[in-house]
DNA sequence: ATAGTAATTGAACAGTGTTCAATATTTATA
DNA sequence: TATAAATATTGAACACTGTTCAATTACTAT
C-alpha cells in the first residue's frame, strides 16, 4: 500500500494529470481508463475517485489542459504582426491552429470526442477558456468592423473559427473527400479565409 | 431459441439495423450495445456477429443509412430553384444541414463521434456517400468558376461545407460561446457564404 | 500508549465487445 | 423414412470498462 504522506493531495492530483496525458499521447483517448492511470503513477484504481469526481471529471480537466496548450502557442506567435496584413495573420493562426492538431492528435480529437453525459454542461472555467480562444481571433477582425458593429464582429470570428475547425476535423478523421487534383487543407483554409474577409470588405 | 427460417439473412440484417436505428434516436449512440439490439429483436448476442463483422462494422452501417436520410433531403428540396439566386439557394442547403442534425441528433453526431480504430478506414461505398454530399454543393458552386476551374471549385465547395459542419457542430455540442446578442447559428452560416461568395465574385 | 482521523486499497457489481463449443434446426443423402 | 451432413442460434466465458465502499493501513492528536 501507497503510504498516506508519499504525495499530498496536489502532488496525486498532478500526476494523474500528467500520466493521463501521456497516456493519451501513446494510446488516445480509448487508452484512458482509471485501471491503466492507477498502475502508471502506483497506486489503486479507488485512490483516482478520491481525487476526482469520475473519468468524466477527469476528461474535462485534460481537455482544460489542451485548451491551455493551444492558447499558449497562439498567443505567443507570430499571427499578430502589425507589419503583416490582418488577412496574413488569420491565415497564419489557421495553420498554426492546424499544426496544433497534428501535432496533439489525440488531445485535439478529444476535445470534440469526449462528451458530457447527457443534460451536463461543462464547467464555467471550461466555457471561459474557449472563449479566450475565440477573443484572438476577434482581436484580428478589429479592423474590418465599428466599435457599433462589435456583435456582428464576434458573429464572425466564431463562424470563421468554427469554418476552420471543420475543415480541420473533416479532413483529420478522413471524413472529406479527396480532390483528384488534391488540394491541401493549408489551402482549403486559406482560400476561406481570402474570400470571406474579401466579400466583408466589399460591403463596407 | 429462435427458430433458424424464422428469418432469412437480409431479414435479420434488417431487423438488427432498424432496432439500431431506433435504439440511437431513443438513447444515442452511447446506448447501442450488441446485448440491446439482441434483445429488442428477441436473439441472442451472438446473433449479431453472424451477420456482421463487428460493433464497428455496424455503426459503419447506420452511419451510411444517415448519409442516405441526409442526401434525400437535400436532393428532394428546394435548394437548387433556378429562380433563386446561388446563394440564396447555398443558404438554404445549409439551414436544410442545419435542421437535419436538429432532427437526426443522435444520428448525426454518431457520423462524427464513431471512430474506426486506429489505421482503418471506412469503405469505400462509405466514402462515396460523402462524396455525393459535397457534389451538390458544387453544382451550386458552379456558375462561379469556370470549366478550368474545377479542381478550385471542389477546393470551395469542401472547405463551405466543412465550415457549416463546423459551426452546426460546435453549436450543437456546446463548444462554442455565446455572444451576447445572441446571434444564432443560420445567421452565422449565412453570414459565411455571403461573404465567402462576395469575395469569389469579387475576384473574378 | 491509545483513540481518532484520514488515505488507500481491492474485491465486488453491473456493464461492455467478442468468441466459440455446444445445441437445435434444417437440408441432403442413403 | 432414417440417418448423416450442414448450418443457424445460443449463452456462458473472457477480458475488459467505470464506479462503489467496507476493510485495512498509516498517520495525528490526545
Known sequence: MARRSDHSRDELKEMILKASWDIVEKDGFIGLTARRIAKDIGYAPGTIYNIFKSMDDLCVEINGMTLDKLHDVLSKSDCYSPKKSPVQNMKRMAQLYREFAREYRA???????????EGQKAPAWYQEKIARLFESLEGLLEPFYTARQLPKRKMAARALWAAVHGICLLEETGKIPAIDDQESPPDMTGYLIENFIAGIKKKT
Chains 1, 2 share one sequence.
Do not use: Y
Open 107 to 117: 488531445h485535439w480529437l478529444m476535445l470534440f470526442t469526449h462528451a458530457l453525459p
